[in-house]
């Protein structure tokens, strides 16, 4: 078995671990810093699994292949700057948009992000899913046969209690229902 540097897997370790916590960060030059030293330390990763340093990866004429060091590893590494690059310079480009938008490189929050946290914390159910589940036995969303679409009962909104906001095909029921008693 070939003796492991502990002092790079613990660089590396360290690496990967402040990168992901930079990465976690609102502000896109943290998140810039810490794509780098995840990418860094990918690399040093790689290198350490790769096992030591040997002679190098080409068999010469004499076709001895002894002690010649793993090319795929290295093969990996190149691979890994190249992809951490490429990640960079779109990072980069994103801090610099947001930069000019907004003066700072503070990622916002979205506004379907807000919406879905607020009507969490009130516990409200989607439309969609209260279009296809129902408290009434023997509607057409519970898969009994031989029912239609005309057999349901009107709902109501959980939010408002108005029919006009639950669903459109029932809202326009619910208008029939009044306008014809």
């Avoid at 990918?42 to 096992?51: K, P, T």
């Amino acid at each position: 078995m070939t003796d492991v540097n502990l002092t790079l897997v613990v660089i590396s370790a360290v690496l990967l671990g402040s990168g992901v916590y930079l990465l976690l960060e609102r502000s896109l030059s943290r998140v810039l810093v810490g794509l780098v030293m995840i990418g860094n330390g990918v690399s040093l990763g790689f290198l350490v699994a790769g096992g030591p340093a040997g002679k190098a990866p080409i068999v010469g004429e004499d076709g001895d292949g002894t002690g010649i060091a793993d090319p795929l590893p290295q093969a990996m590494v190149l691979t890994a700057i190249v992809i951490t690059m490429a990640t960079t310079a779109f990072v980069l480009a994103m801090a610099y948009r947001s930069w000019q938008l907004n003066g700072h490189d503070d990622v916002q929050d979205d506004v379907e992000d807000a919406t879905v946290r607020r009507l969490a914390t009130i516990d409200v159910t989607s439309e969609a899913y209260t279009a296809t589940t129902s408290d009434f036995p023997g509607d057409d969303s519970s898969g009994d046969p031989g029912q239609g679409p005309d057999d349901d009962p009107v709902g109501l909104d959980p939010r408002t209690g108005d029919p006009a906001e639950s669903d459109p095909l029932r809202a326009d029921a619910a208008e029939t229902e009044r306008s014809g008693s």
